[in-house]
């Protein structure tokens, strides 16, 4: 409360300094008492706060909290109802996306606007590209390329200037977008969950392109659901809740436990984790025997996922798991190997042949793959077994909306109405319509691919809670992971991949951090005693 | 009916009710039994084309396929003396084959829809004018088919017996496209088809049978059209009528990206279509402006219902912001 009333973000046109805990550096851009409402939603009210130079703020909140909105205006897209932005000393009752850029803002989406199609240096300097003289106005490559290098090189990027996006991994392309803010000569970056997509490795690179930005003077918004990562880099933290500040933690104070209880108001046992396994895992139920994938056709993968069991699948982006995962689903073609389900040889020629046999895949990308987002929730959760819900091949309405009603209590999905289009719904809603078709289904095998990427804490919790309920139920699950606190805490034990391949798989008593990065990089892990599990 | 469609039923009664004012003939008997008639026959080739356009697909060979089938049907019944319910059955079974050559190039060997059916209308086309030689197929003097004729080309009391079969075959492809788990599926592959393939649909299998459906459906209307016409030359006859097809759904409320439309939208659609066509006849417009008056329309009712969907959402807006300020606690 008390930085509310400091006079540097209320004197208008006053450059003040009087700011005591850190008396070096003035805040450059400061909100206060910003207001902003949507129909039928106050997105955000009261909300006040300020930026450094060379300061990194962690930004937490639920989904809904009003981070986005937050965003917006920072960005100037939306205008506040009320309250004043001041940037450097000069206050404005709201930016333009014009004035926004000139003050040094600049943005890192979650969903990056990068155009696959151009290669790195044309996104970077994109409608700003250097011209040849005379009057064609030719782009000057050379130049251009001159420019790109020191961006690259201050992202510590592996790739080429040249490089078609379309060919980067999601970890690159984000440091592609980071370089574009710091060709603008950015003295505020935003980085909007930038690690939610990104593996192990490539997240302690973003955080260390984080402290680079840092020790430039830049400062950094950083925005992330991943609260060890904003624990490990950020110099203060602004919690929100329900659109309103629900909190600030210096340095000293920031730790997981007190960003949960400030989040969502209450503390969250057990560190959001599913819960223990209430029975040994039974019978193998789906067996992959030296599987080849078209990305790495040369490496078979074999693995077994058992009864009653989470086995979680980490590794670095790229080591080949969304791609097995999509081969056993009969989504791409398989090169090589075997698949059995219960002991039973099963060929699995397309995702129809897998529904049918109940092996159920909740893929990573929740909106272009997950569910129809015109569609309403009853007809997406009715979508995978529509025949059930018809009668002489005439679809029964009443049917659908009983189904659909069944799981939106069973799961707490939160909408209006089952008829509502899922496209309105946050993502953690979202999510749970994906889950419900297929648990009105009764599956055998469930594969969930990054199931809580994007998804606040309160969600990732049920989440959790689901897929746990599903393995106590005889259900083989399958997670796929990048979240190493997820991987560690929900599965019953790790496969790790490394390269297309299973570099060793761990049991509960080996898990550690250390351990799965050691086997996602290739290297050989410290086990607790020399079991046969790695190879 | 949605609001969309009432919204162009209402537009088909106004043109209606001007072109009647101004010139009565609009409302004799025969000339509403002619437009009827032509209803009928764009119709049942419109609903066809509505089929391959809700999967976000386009088919361009209707017009071609018209002249070619029609053609064959002509040349069975009239020169081959085959009997006209084999010759029937023969040409909607083309049709079926056809649609699914058609679906098959587009769904197995991933060639675009706008290519595969621009060179079935290249194909279809030239094979009609070689089959004939370039000349007109025709019935010869005297030949009668008095069951066919009153079937396709008579009427019952007054009404043309094609307007009748479109009647029928809209309320049997409403069920389809509107109940059945078939016609759900097609709205989910036109919205996102990877998401649809994702839930375990054979989306190929779906969209091939959208292209049969298609291709029989203008069989259909190919047998209509040349019973309506009698004498066929393969050079001119049914060209551009993808074009209405393809218009009809537009107007309709159809989306060329796919997952949205009605039937009854594309049935209006072809309403208004054939209205305006009356309307450049009776209003002694020069016939020469025919397409350009239907252009000029479609777009002005696409403008129309663009900028109507976007005064909407801000009404709904503003109105939302009205509650939300009045309804907000005092601070």
Same mark, same amino acid.
């Given at each position: 409360m008390a930085h509310r009333l400091l006079p540097s973000a209320v004197n208008h046109g006053v450059m003040t300094s !009087? #700011? !005591?805990?850190?008396?070096?550096t003035a805040p450059f851009l400061g909100l206060e008492a910003v207001r902003k409402t949507y129909p039928g939603v106050v997105a955000l009210d009261r909300f006040s706060m300020e930026v450094r130079p060379g300061e990194v703020i962690g930004l937490v909140g639920e989904n809904g909290a009003g981070k986005s909105t937050l965003m917006k205006i920072l960005g100037g897209v939306t205008r506040p109802d009320s309250g004043t932005i001041t940037v450097d000393g000069v206050a404005h009752d709201g930016l333009t996306v014009e004035q926004s850029i000139g003050s040094g803002v600049a943005f890192v989406h979650q969903e990056l606007n990068l155009f696959e199609n151009l290669d790195v240096a044309a996104n970077i300097f994109f409608g700003r590209e250097p011209l040849r003289a005379g009057p064609l106005k030719l782009v000057d490559r050379a130049r251009l390329r001159e420019m790109v290098a020191p961006l690259l090189k201050r992202v510590g990027a592996n790739f080429s200037a040249d490089a078609p996006v379309a060919s980067l991994s999601l970890a690159q392309q984000q440091m592609v977008e980071i370089a574009k803010a710091l060709s603008i000569k950015a003295r505020l970056v935003i980085l909007d969950e930038p690690t939610s997509s990104l593996p192990l490795a490539e997240t302690e690179k973003l955080l260390d392109v984080i402290k680079g930005l840092k020790a430039q003077g830049i400062s950094v918004i950083f925005i992330s659901h991943r609260l060890h990562e904003i624990e490990r880099v950020a110099d203060r933290v602004v919690v929100l809740r329900d659109g309103t500040l629900a909190g600030t933690l210096a340095k000293d104070q920031i730790n997981h436990d007190e960003m949960v209880r400030l989040m969502i108001g209450r503390m969250l046992k057990a560190r959001e984790k599913a819960g223990e396994a209430t029975r040994a895992p039974g019978s193998v139920a789906l067996s992959a025997d030296a599987i080849r994938t078209s990305t790495y056709p040369d490496r078979p993968v074999s693995l077994e996922v058992r009864r009653g069991e989470i086995l979680g699948l980490a590794g670095l982006v790229g080591s080949g798991r969304t791609e097995l995962a999509r081969v056993l689903f009969g989504i791409d073609e398989r090169l090589g190997g075997n698949v059995a389900l219960d002991g039973k040889p099963l060929n699995v020629g397309s995702a129809a042949d897998a529904v049918a046999n109940g092996i159920f895949l909740v893929p990573e990308d929740r909106k272009l793959t997950g569910i129809l987002l015109d569609l309403s929730i009853a007809q997406n959760i009715s979508l995978p077994n529509l025949p059930a819900h018809a009668r002489r091949s005439l679809v029964s309405t009443g049917a659908e909306l009983a189904t659909a009603e069944k799981q939106k209590k069973n799961l707490g999905i939160?909408?209006?109405?089952?008829?509502? %289009?899922? +496209? !309105?719904?946050s993502g953690g809603n979202q999510q749970k319509v994906v889950l419900a078709k297929w648990l009105a289904m009764n599956p055998k095998v469930m594969i969930l691919d990054e199931?809580? %990427? +994007?998804? #606040?804490i309160g969600a990732k919790a049920e989440i959790y809670g689901l897929m746990r309920a599903l393995a106590d139920a005889g259900v083989a699950v399958l997670m796929i992971s990048s979240d190493m606190e997820e991987v560690i805490g929900v599965s019953d034990r790790i496969a790790v991949m490394h390269e297309g391949q299973i570099s060793g798989i761990l049991d509960k008593d080996d898990f550690s951090q250390e351990n799965v990065l050691l086997l996602a990089v290739g290297k050989k892990p410290k086990l607790l005693q020399a079991a046969g599990g790695v190879q | 009916m949605n609001k969309k469609d009432l919204g162009l039923l209402i537009l088909i009664l106004v043109v209606g009710a001007v072109v009647a004012i101004i010139?009565?003939?609009?409302?004799?008997p025969i000339n509403l039994a002619n437009t009827s008639n032509l209803i009928g026959l764009f119709g049942i080739l419109s609903i066809g084309q509505a089929f391959v356009i809700i999967t976000g697909g386009i088919e361009l060979s209707v017009g071609s396929v018209v002249a070619l089938l029609g053609t064959l049907f002509i040349d069975f019944i009239a020169v081959r003396e085959v009997g006209w319910p084999l010759a029937f059955v023969l040409i909607i079974v083309l049709g079926a084959v056809i649609g699914f050559v058609h679906g098959w190039l587009i769904t197995r060997l991933k060639l675009q829809p706008f290519v595969v059916t621009l060179c079935g209308l290249l194909i279809y086309r030239g094979v009609a004018r070689f089959y004939t030689a370039d000349g007109t197929a025709g019935f010869a003097f005297g030949q009668n088919f008095p069951t066919l004729e009153f079937l396709t080309a008579g009427r019952s009391y007054g009404v043309p017996n094609s307007f009748i079969a479109l009647i029928v075959i809209a309320i049997v492809m409403w069920v389809v496209l509107h109940r059945s788990v078939f016609g759900r599926y097609l709205y989910a592959i036109g919205k996102n088809e990877e998401a649809a393939k994702y839930s375990g649909i054979r989306t190929g299998r779906i969209v091939i049978a959208a292209y049969v459906i298609c291709g029989v459906l203008t069989a259909l209307s190919a047998i209509y059209f040349a019973m309506y016409t009698r =004498?066929? =030359?393969?050079? =001119?006859?049914?060209?551009f009528y993808e074009l209405y097809a393809i218009a009809a759904a537009v107007l309709g409320g159809f989306s060329l990206r796919g997952g949205e439309g009605s039937l009854v939208g594309v049935i209006l659609g072809t309403v208004l279509l054939q209205e305006l066509q009356n309307l450049v006849n009776l209003l002694g417009i020069? =016939?020469?402006l025919n397409f350009a008056v239907m252009g000029g329309v479609i777009l002005i009712g696409v403008l129309v219902d663009q900028q109507w969907g976007v005064f909407r959402a801000r009404r709904r807006m503003m109105e939302a912001t009205r509650r939300n300020v009045a309804g907000a606690p005092a601070e």
């Amino acid at each position: 409360m008390a930085h509310r009333l400091l006079p540097s973000a209320v004197n208008h046109g006053v450059m003040t300094s !009087t #700011d !005591t805990t850190q008396p070096t550096t003035a805040p450059f851009l400061g909100l206060e008492a910003v207001r902003k409402t949507y129909p039928g939603v106050v997105a955000l009210d009261r909300f006040s706060m300020e930026v450094r130079p060379g300061e990194v703020i962690g930004l937490v909140g639920e989904n809904g909290a009003g981070k986005s909105t937050l965003m917006k205006i920072l960005g100037g897209v939306t205008r506040p109802d009320s309250g004043t932005i001041t940037v450097d000393g000069v206050a404005h009752d709201g930016l333009t996306v014009e004035q926004s850029i000139g003050s040094g803002v600049a943005f890192v989406h979650q969903e990056l606007n990068l155009f696959e199609n151009l290669d790195v240096a044309a996104n970077i300097f994109f409608g700003r590209e250097p011209l040849r003289a005379g009057p064609l106005k030719l782009v000057d490559r050379a130049r251009l390329r001159e420019m790109v290098a020191p961006l690259l090189k201050r992202v510590g990027a592996n790739f080429s200037a040249d490089a078609p996006v379309a060919s980067l991994s999601l970890a690159q392309q984000q440091m592609v977008e980071i370089a574009k803010a710091l060709s603008i000569k950015a003295r505020l970056v935003i980085l909007d969950e930038p690690t939610s997509s990104l593996p192990l490795a490539e997240t302690e690179k973003l955080l260390d392109v984080i402290k680079g930005l840092k020790a430039q003077g830049i400062s950094v918004i950083f925005i992330s659901h991943r609260l060890h990562e904003i624990e490990r880099v950020a110099d203060r933290v602004v919690v929100l809740r329900d659109g309103t500040l629900a909190g600030t933690l210096a340095k000293d104070q920031i730790n997981h436990d007190e960003m949960v209880r400030l989040m969502i108001g209450r503390m969250l046992k057990a560190r959001e984790k599913a819960g223990e396994a209430t029975r040994a895992p039974g019978s193998v139920a789906l067996s992959a025997d030296a599987i080849r994938t078209s990305t790495y056709p040369d490496r078979p993968v074999s693995l077994e996922v058992r009864r009653g069991e989470i086995l979680g699948l980490a590794g670095l982006v790229g080591s080949g798991r969304t791609e097995l995962a999509r081969v056993l689903f009969g989504i791409d073609e398989r090169l090589g190997g075997n698949v059995a389900l219960d002991g039973k040889p099963l060929n699995v020629g397309s995702a129809a042949d897998a529904v049918a046999n109940g092996i159920f895949l909740v893929p990573e990308d929740r909106k272009l793959t997950g569910i129809l987002l015109d569609l309403s929730i009853a007809q997406n959760i009715s979508l995978p077994n529509l025949p059930a819900h018809a009668r002489r091949s005439l679809v029964s309405t009443g049917a659908e909306l009983a189904t659909a009603e069944k799981q939106k209590k069973n799961l707490g999905i939160k909408a209006p109405s089952v008829l509502t %289009r899922t +496209g !309105t719904l946050s993502g953690g809603n979202q999510q749970k319509v994906v889950l419900a078709k297929w648990l009105a289904m009764n599956p055998k095998v469930m594969i969930l691919d990054e199931p809580t %990427r +994007g998804i #606040d804490i309160g969600a990732k919790a049920e989440i959790y809670g689901l897929m746990r309920a599903l393995a106590d139920a005889g259900v083989a699950v399958l997670m796929i992971s990048s979240d190493m606190e997820e991987v560690i805490g929900v599965s019953d034990r790790i496969a790790v991949m490394h390269e297309g391949q299973i570099s060793g798989i761990l049991d509960k008593d080996d898990f550690s951090q250390e351990n799965v990065l050691l086997l996602a990089v290739g290297k050989k892990p410290k086990l607790l005693q020399a079991a046969g599990g790695v190879q | 009916m949605n609001k969309k469609d009432l919204g162009l039923l209402i537009l088909i009664l106004v043109v209606g009710a001007v072109v009647a004012i101004i010139n009565p003939r609009f409302l004799l008997p025969i000339n509403l039994a002619n437009t009827s008639n032509l209803i009928g026959l764009f119709g049942i080739l419109s609903i066809g084309q509505a089929f391959v356009i809700i999967t976000g697909g386009i088919e361009l060979s209707v017009g071609s396929v018209v002249a070619l089938l029609g053609t064959l049907f002509i040349d069975f019944i009239a020169v081959r003396e085959v009997g006209w319910p084999l010759a029937f059955v023969l040409i909607i079974v083309l049709g079926a084959v056809i649609g699914f050559v058609h679906g098959w190039l587009i769904t197995r060997l991933k060639l675009q829809p706008f290519v595969v059916t621009l060179c079935g209308l290249l194909i279809y086309r030239g094979v009609a004018r070689f089959y004939t030689a370039d000349g007109t197929a025709g019935f010869a003097f005297g030949q009668n088919f008095p069951t066919l004729e009153f079937l396709t080309a008579g009427r019952s009391y007054g009404v043309p017996n094609s307007f009748i079969a479109l009647i029928v075959i809209a309320i049997v492809m409403w069920v389809v496209l509107h109940r059945s788990v078939f016609g759900r599926y097609l709205y989910a592959i036109g919205k996102n088809e990877e998401a649809a393939k994702y839930s375990g649909i054979r989306t190929g299998r779906i969209v091939i049978a959208a292209y049969v459906i298609c291709g029989v459906l203008t069989a259909l209307s190919a047998i209509y059209f040349a019973m309506y016409t009698r =004498s066929i =030359s393969p050079a =001119s006859h049914g060209q551009f009528y993808e074009l209405y097809a393809i218009a009809a759904a537009v107007l309709g409320g159809f989306s060329l990206r796919g997952g949205e439309g009605s039937l009854v939208g594309v049935i209006l659609g072809t309403v208004l279509l054939q209205e305006l066509q009356n309307l450049v006849n009776l209003l002694g417009i020069p =016939s020469s402006l025919n397409f350009a008056v239907m252009g000029g329309v479609i777009l002005i009712g696409v403008l129309v219902d663009q900028q109507w969907g976007v005064f909407r959402a801000r009404r709904r807006m503003m109105e939302a912001t009205r509650r939300n300020v009045a309804g907000a606690p005092a601070e």
